[in-house]
C-alpha cells in the first residue's frame, strides 16, 4: 500500500470538494476541486519534463496558492521537493543546486534573468517562473494539461523533501524528510491540537519553512480546513482576519506586533481556539501580556528542521510559560552531557530524541548523519535543555552558544532572562566574545524600550550583579535598534558576535 503524504492528506479533504481550500486576501478562493486539479496538472507537467520519483525539484518563490499546489504537485510525482529561502543569494542558490542536483528549479520571474547563467553551470535540466499572482512559465506550461495525474506510489521512508539547515557553523546541510516523518507530525498535531471540522487557519507564514509548510499547511489539509492565505506578517491585516478565524500560528515577533496594534484585544479574537508559537523562544513578558490583553493563553512548541515537531504544551491542561512543553505521543526525548554519558536529572545538558519525526539523515552526508545520531538510535539536537519535574522541557540555548568563561559555563538564556526583567529592557540577546584571560567573555546585546533614554551599560551591569553570579554577568553590554533575526524570527548569534568580535581585543 501507497504511504505518499499527499494520499495521506488527501483522506482529510472534504466529501463535498467545492468547499474553500484556500482563500487569498483579495478574495479569490480555490475550492478542494481545484487544488487536487491544479496539483494534478503541474505533476502531469512534471512528469512530462522527465522528473522521475527520488529526483528533485527545488523551488525559491513567493508565497501563493500556486506554491502550495506545487509542493502538492511534487508529492504527487514521487519527486523530492526543495524550498528555498526567498532571502538566499544567487551565490547561495549557486550552493543548494549544485549539493541538490534538482531536475527542475521554479523561481519568480523577476529573478530568471540572474539564475538562468547559475542553474545551467549547475546542470538544471529545466529553469520555470512562478510569480506570486500565479503568473509565470510553470503555470502556462501546466495550464492545458489533463488534471489526472493520480499519485506515485512511495513507501514511509522515501524522502518527500529536502530542507536545508541556516547553515550558521558553516555550510548548510540538506536534511530529508520523509513521508513517513511528515505524515505521522500532521496525524499527532491534528490530534493533539484538537482540530475539528470548520477550522479556519489564518496563514501569515512562510513556504519555505517547517513551521509554514509542514506544521501550519500539511495539519490545515489533512482537516480539510479552509487556509486564508496571507503573502506576509502584516499586524493591521491580521486584525482585519483574524475574527474569521479559529486557528492562528505565528513566531514571537507576530505577537510582539500584535500586542503593538491599539485594536488588538479579546474581541479580535472571539472565534479564535488556538494560537501556536514556535520557530524562537516566546518572552514570558509576552505571554503573559498576550494572555491579559486577549483571554488566550498561546501554546508554545518546539521543533526543529531534522525532526519537525518534537514538543507542545498541551491544548487541554496547563501551558507553562517559559517551556515549550511535554513531548509529543511517541517521541522519546532525554537529557545527556555533550559526550552521551548520563548527567543527573533536572540538570542542563543536550537534548536528545527518537521517533517517527526524525529524518533519515542529510543529503549526501552520511559522516555527518553517523555523528548526530547514537548508537541506540538517538539523535542529537545540539540544543541545551533540562527538564522539570513534571516533564515539561526548558530550552536553554544551543549548545555552540554555550560560553564557557574562566572554565564555568553560562548558559545565555538564563542571562537573556535576567536583563529582560531590567527596567528600560525590551529584549537582549547574550554572546561569548575572545577574551584573553577568560577564554571567552560574556557579552550582551540589549534593545532599549522605546520612550526615554537607553539605560547605561555600568548601571545595567550593577543591576545584574544583585541576581547573578560573578562569571554570569555580561563584562560589556552594547545596544541596538534591533536584534539581527533570520525569516523565522530566530536570532542571529553569529552575527552579533561577528559586529563585537573585538570588544576585548
Given at each position: 500500500m501507497s504511504e505518499n503524504l499527499f494520499q495521506t492528506l488527501q483522506a482529510g479533504f472534504p466529501a463535498d470538494r467545492q468547499g474553500a481550500a484556500i482563500e487569498l486576501p483579495d478574495g479569490r478562493r480555490h475550492s478542494y476541486a481545484d487544488l487536487e486539479a491544479?496539483?494534478?496538472?503541474?505533476?502531469?507537467?512534471?512528469?512530462?519534463?522527465?522528473?522521475?520519483p527520488g529526483d528533485r525539484v527545488a523551488v525559491q518563490v513567493e508565497k501563493s496558492a500556486e506554491a502550495l499546489f506545487l509542493y502538492l504537485a511534487c508529492l504527487r510525482a514521487g519527486a523530492i521537493y526543495l524550498p528555498l529561502n526567498t532571502a538566499y543569494t544567487p551565490a547561495e542558490i549557486a550552493y543548494f543546486l549544485g549539493d541538490a542536483e534538482p531536475r527542475v528549479f521554479v523561481c519568480t520571474p523577476a529573478a530568471e534573468a540572474a539564475l538562468r547563467g547559475t542553474a545551467a553551470a549547475a546542470g538544471v535540466a529545466h529553469l520555470l517562473t512562478l510569480g506570486q499572482d500565479?503568473?509565470?512559465?510553470?503555470?502556462?506550461?501546466?495550464?492545458?494539461?489533463?488534471?489526472?495525474?493520480?499519485?506515485?506510489?512511495?513507501?514511509?521512508?522515501?524522502?518527500?523533501a529536502i530542507l536545508y539547515t541556516s547553515g550558521t557553523t558553516g555550510r548548510s546541510k540538506g536534511a530529508m524528510l520523509s513521508h513517513g516523518n511528515l505524515a505521522s507530525n500532521a496525524a499527532t498535531l491534528h490530534r493533539i491540537w484538537g482540530f475539528r471540522a470548520g477550522d479556519v487557519l489564518l496563514h501569515a507564514l512562510p513556504l519555505f519553512h517547517v513551521h509554514g509548510l509542514f506544521v501550519a499547511s500539511n495539519t490545515a489539509l489533512?482537516?480539510?480546513?479552509?487556509?486564508?492565505?496571507?503573502?506576509?506578517?502584516?499586524?493591521?491585516?491580521?486584525?482585519?482576519r483574524l475574527?474569521?478565524?479559529?486557528?492562528?500560528?505565528?513566531?514571537?515577533?507576530?505577537?510582539?506586533?500584535?500586542?503593538?496594534?491599539?485594536?488588538?484585544?479579546?474581541?479580535?479574537?472571539?472565534?479564535?481556539?488556538l494560537f501556536v508559537s514556535g520557530s524562537a523562544p516566546l518572552l514570558a513578558e509576552t505571554f503573559e501580556a498576550f494572555r491579559a490583553r486577549s483571554g488566550h493563553t498561546i501554546l508554545e512548541r518546539y521543533g526543529m528542521t531534522e525532526a519537525g515537531m518534537i514538543t507542545s504544551n498541551p491544548l487541554e491542561g496547563e501551558r507553562r510559560a517559559g517551556t515549550v512543553g511535554l513531548p509529543l505521543p511517541e517521541v522519546a526525548v532525554r537529557i545527556r552531557a555533550e559526550d552521551g554519558g548520563d548527567i543527573a536529572e533536572g540538570e542542563i545538558g543536550v537534548l536528545e530524541l527518537k521517533g517517527p519525526n526524525v529524518f533519515k539523515g542529510y543529503w549526501r552526508n552520511p559522516e555527518k548523519t553517523a555523528e548526530e545520531f547514537r548508537a541506540d538510535g538517538f539523535f542529537v539536537s545540539g540544543d541545551l535543555a533540562r527538564i522539570d519535574e513534571r516533564g515539561y522541557?526548558?530550552?536553554?540555548?544551543?549548545?555552540?552558544?554555550?560560553?564557557?568563561?574562566?572554565?564555568?559555563?553560562?548558559?545565555?538564556?538564563?542571562i537573556e532572562q535576567a536583563i529582560d526583567e531590567l527596567d528600560g529592557v525590551r529584549e537582549s540577546a547574550v554572546i561569548g566574545l575572545p577574551h584573553r584571560d577568560f577564554g571567552e567573555a560574556v557579552a550582551a546585546v540589549v534593545v532599549p524600550v522605546t520612550d526615554g533614554l537607553p539605560p547605561e551599560e555600568s548601571e545595567l551591569i550593577a543591576r545584574l550583579?544583585?541576581?547573578?553570579?560573578?562569571?554570569?554577568?555580561?563584562?560589556?553590554?552594547?545596544?541596538?535598534?534591533?536584534?539581527?533575526?533570520?525569516?523565522?524570527?530566530?536570532v542571529q548569534k553569529n552575527q552579533l558576535r561577528d559586529a563585537h568580535k573585538d570588544a576585548f581585543s
Open positions: 491544479a496539483s494534478g496538472r503541474l505533476a502531469r507537467l512534471l512528469r512530462d519534463l522527465g522528473v522521475a500565479g503568473d509565470g512559465s510553470l503555470i502556462a506550461a501546466a495550464r492545458d494539461l489533463d488534471p489526472e495525474a493520480g499519485c506515485a506510489e512511495a513507501a514511509a521512508d522515501d524522502i518527500a489533512l482537516n480539510g480546513s479552509r487556509i486564508v492565505l496571507l503573502p506576509r506578517f502584516d499586524a493591521a491585516e491580521i486584525l482585519r475574527p474569521e478565524a479559529t486557528v492562528f500560528m505565528g513566531v514571537p515577533t507576530f505577537y510582539t506586533r500584535l500586542l503593538a496594534e491599539p485594536g488588538f484585544g479579546a474581541e479580535a479574537c472571539r472565534n479564535v481556539r522541557v526548558h530550552i536553554v540555548g544551543r549548545a555552540k552558544d554555550l560560553i564557557i568563561s574562566g572554565g564555568y559555563n553560562v548558559y545565555p538564556k538564563e550583579k544583585d541576581r547573578l553570579a560573578g562569571y554570569k554577568v555580561p563584562k560589556r553590554i552594547f545596544t541596538a535598534e534591533s536584534l539581527p533575526r533570520n525569516a523565522m524570527g530566530k
